[in-house]
């Protein structure tokens, strides 16, 4: 009988020494190991911070005049071939700016969700086109000249625009990926923004009547000589108009990309790059191209 006890300790003191030299798995205690490609650092949460910008501006005049000349031109002959007309320039302006961002994000493993509310003021990234045309239009769609006669309406414009994105507020849906202590993502949403707008033109429009005259002499001869022109000014398609909008609120979508660096703590930097393509306002075709660089927290 002792020689069975000695027998049972024996075994148990070896069971414990292997046990003691086995390595300490949890999942031997019956918990689940954590995911083996978690994010080093944590990035769920709120966060806020400010941003500074560099921004280029795409701004197209080219018909923004057109609903200047179809309102002096309406219901008559001139409206349908001065309205493919391009008077105005397409310029790219640029301009610095600063401002905010604030918002949630969603972390599971190394994915990153979230949503955020961006804000940049802009440092006169504005720009204006002035120009003038003259061109004849023979014989339009609708003109109903006499027999023999050629009706060219000499048309002159004279046009101004001018435009001014003074800030821009986004909201965004975002997405990332976290390794070690970058978080790069991609971005979308929408994007309103202010802006001052105005555009004028002056018309000027010269009905030039050109007719020919058959002629037969005595002989039974037929000739067909010209007629001197006939010019005659139409002062109700010879007007001036102007349209201004200050503080114009103007809806458009973004997207981009960015790369988030944690530095300490919940101390981070990113930098960003971002297009916005903004609704046509007054037939104006805006866009924007802007780099931005900002430092946040992470609460």
């Given amino acids: 009988m002792r020689g069975f006890l000695l027998a049972v300790v024996m075994i148990g003191a070896v069971s414990t020494a292997q046990a003691a030299d086995m ?33 280029s501006s795409s701004m197209d005049f080219s018909q923004t005049v057109v609903g200047l000349t179809n309102f002096i031109f309406r ?46 003021y802009l440092n006169k990234l504005a720009s204006s086109s002035t120009s003038s045309i ?41 997405a990332g990926w976290a390794t070690g202590n970058f978080l790069p993502y991609l971005f979308g949403g929408v994007a309103v923004g202010r802006m001052d707008v105005s555009r004028s033109v002056t018309t000027n429009v010269v009905l030039r009547d050109d007719a020919t005259e058959t002629v037969t002499d005595q002989f039974g001869n037929t000739t067909t000589i010209n007629l001197p022109p006939v010019f005659s000014n139409i002062p ?39 297009y916005i393509k903004f609704l046509s306002v007054k037939n104006t075709s805006v866009s924007m191209n802007s780099l931005h660089a900002g430092i946040g927290y992470k609460f």
């Fill in 134 to 174: 003259s061109l004849g239009i023979v014989n339009p769609p609708g003109s109903s000249p006499p027999p023999n006669h050629t009706y060219t309406y000499e048309t002159s414009l004279t046009g101004t625009a001018a435009l001014q994105i003074k800030d821009v507020v986004t909201l965004r849906g975002r």
């Fill in 236 to 274: 109700s398609l010879s007007q001036s108009d102007s349209e201004e909008r200050t503080n114009s609120f103007v809806a458009g979508w973004t997207a981009g990309l960015g790369m988030e660096y944690m530095l300490w703590g919940n101390v981070f930097m990113r930098g960003e790059w971002e």
């Fill in 75 to 120: 219901n008559s002959v001139l409206q349908q071939p001065t309205s493919t007309w391009s008077l105005l320039n397409k310029n790219s302006p640029q301009g610095s700016g600063f401002g905010a961002f604030a918002g949630r994000n969603y972390q599971y493993d190394d994915l990153v969700f979230g949503f955020e509310a961006n804000y940049v």
């Fill in 23 to 55: 390595p300490d798995l949890s999942v031997l205690r019956g918990s689940v190991p954590p995911s083996l490609s978690s994010a080093t650092r944590n990035w769920d949460g709120w966060y806020a911070g400010g941003q500074v910008g560099y921004a």
